[in-house]
């Protein structure tokens, strides 16, 4: 059975980071994409970062382009979402998923996806 868990939201206050992880089991991770995702309140869920299977390759939204950081390690089977200088407008809960082709920013077609974690900035 595959699952994405994601963990490390909280409660931030403005300007500060985070880092959330993403543990993957019962998928050879290393042949995954994976992608972050968010959902704001009353907003429809959207595209953060995506990172390659093998890492080589990632790509940020404009939105969090030099603030956000996807990377990954496979030998660990996670992936993680580096956050900086969040602000309120950050505020949401976040997803991670996986899927075995690299798919543009475009897409949320997915194969596995987390349950989710929430992410708080006050300010």
């Known amino acids: 059975q595959v699952q994405l868990v994601e963990s490390g939201g909280g409660l931030v206050q403005a300007g500060g980071s985070l880092r959330l992880s993403c543990a993957a089991s019962?998928?050879?991770?290393?042949?995954?994409?994976m992608g972050w995702f968010r959902q704001a309140p009353g907003k429809e869920r959207e595209f953060v970062a995506i990172?390659?299977?093998?890492?080589?390759?990632?790509y940020h939204a404009r939105s969090v382009k030099g603030r956000f950081t996807i990377s990954r390690d496979n030998a660990k089977n996670t992936g993680y979402l580096q956050m900086n200088s969040l602000g309120p407008e950050d505020t949401a809960v976040y997803y991670c998923?996986?899927?075995?082709?690299?798919?543009?920013?475009?897409?949320?077609?997915?194969?596995?996806w987390g349950q989710g974690t929430q992410v708080t900035v006050s300010s």
């Open positions: 990172i390659s299977a093998s890492g080589s390759i990632t």
């Open positions: 019962g998928l050879t991770f290393s042949r995954y994409a």
């Open positions: 998923a996986a899927d075995r082709s690299y798919r543009g920013s475009s897409s949320q077609e997915y194969e596995f």
